[in-house]
């Protein structure tokens, strides 16, 4: 099982990753906007500076970036994205994201580390949230040795590991593990953390798409525990 005590992982050597820094940073350094930057990094609660590119040309660019480039390994792909996690602006780490997202289904339960540094370096929503769905998910969901360590997670001091686990099954649908998904919930239930709380309340309105009637009866239940905006959440759509 991957090691889950925290510590950095190594970056492994890759020349895939060399090449797409190379242009990564060619690229984006150039369409730099500082005035967008500004308001971008205020937005984002100065989290992380921002190079100040739209969604739109970042894409562009990104793509770019990428092309005619081979597939990646398990270890391309890890030293991506810890050496972009190493650059201050925001945009390198949305590359990443958008990287691993792109090609998890091309690495195996050696990743969870990785993610766990993301997940736990310059931590918000905008990347925690992808990293779990779209990241953490999958290779929870290929490898189901790895739901203990979301076990760990959900009862972690940080929240933004509780987080990931709450929302690591946003995509299962029907595969859900709703044993955990309503246990997390309620482990969490009583926590002060706005994000915490949002995330309980997604998590189960994601559910309530695939099994409404177990949600609302598991929101029932629990009612006097969970927070007014968890309940708002869940019941959103019902």
Same mark, same amino acid.
């Given at each position: 099982?991957?090691?889950?005590?925290?510590?950095?992982?190594?970056?492994?050597?890759? /020349?895939?990753?060399?090449?797409?820094?190379?242009?990564?940073?060619?690229?984006? @350094?150039?369409?730099?906007?500082?005035?967008?930057? #500004?308001?971008? /990094?205020?937005?984002?609660?100065?989290?992380?500076? +921002?190079?100040?590119?739209?969604?739109?040309?970042?894409?562009?660019?990104?793509?770019?970036? /990428? &092309?005619?480039?081979?597939?990646?390994?398990?270890?391309?792909?890890?030293?991506?994205?810890?050496?972009? $996690?190493?650059?201050?602006?925001?945009?390198?780490?949305?590359?990443?994201?958008?990287?691993?997202?792109?090609?998890?289904?091309?690495?195996?339960?050696?990743?969870?580390?990785?993610?766990?540094?993301?997940?736990?370096?310059?931590?918000?929503?905008?990347?925690?949230?992808?990293?779990?769905?779209?990241?953490?998910?999958?290779?929870?969901?290929?490898?189901?040795?790895?739901?203990?360590?979301?076990?760990?997670?959900?009862?972690?001091?940080?929240? $933004?590991?509780?987080?990931?686990?709450?929302?690591?099954?946003?995509?299962? &649908?029907? /595969?859900?593990?709703?044993?955990?998904?309503?246990?997390?919930?309620?482990?969490?239930?009583?926590?002060?953390? +706005?994000?915490?709380?949002? @995330?309980?309340? $997604?998590?189960?309105? #994601?559910?309530? &798409?695939?099994?409404?009637?177990?949600?609302?009866? +598991?929101?029932?239940?629990?009612?006097?525990?969970?927070?007014?905006?968890?309940?708002? #959440?869940?019941? &959103?759509?019902?």
């Amino acid at each position: 099982m991957p090691s889950n005590d925290g510590r950095p992982p190594r970056v492994p050597r890759s /020349t895939l990753a060399d090449t797409l820094l190379e242009r990564l940073t060619g690229a984006y @350094a150039p369409a730099a906007d500082p005035a967008r930057a #500004e308001a971008m /990094t205020g937005y984002m609660q100065h989290v992380a500076p +921002f190079l100040g590119i739209p969604a739109p040309l970042r894409r562009e660019l990104s793509r770019a970036v /990428t &092309k005619n480039t081979p597939r990646p390994s398990e270890a391309d792909v890890a030293a991506l994205a810890l050496r972009c $996690w190493r650059l201050p602006e925001r945009e390198y780490h949305y590359f990443a994201v958008d990287y691993l997202r792109r090609h998890v289904v091309r690495c195996s339960s050696g990743l969870l580390p990785v993610a766990r540094h993301l997940i736990t370096t310059v931590p918000w929503w905008d990347t925690v949230d992808l990293l779990a769905a779209h990241t953490v998910g999958p290779l929870v969901a290929a490898d189901p040795d790895l739901a203990p360590v979301m076990d760990e997670w959900i009862g972690s001091e940080d929240p $933004w590991l509780a987080r990931t686990a709450l929302l690591h099954q946003l995509r299962r &649908k029907d /595969t859900t593990d709703v044993g955990r998904l309503f246990a997390y919930c309620r482990h969490q239930a009583g926590h002060p953390d +706005f994000f915490l709380r949002k @995330a309980i309340g $997604w998590a189960l309105r #994601e559910y309530a &798409k695939t099994d409404p009637d177990a949600v609302r009866a +598991f929101v029932d239940a629990e009612r006097a525990a969970l927070s007014p905006l968890s309940v708002r #959440e869940a019941l &959103k759509n019902l």
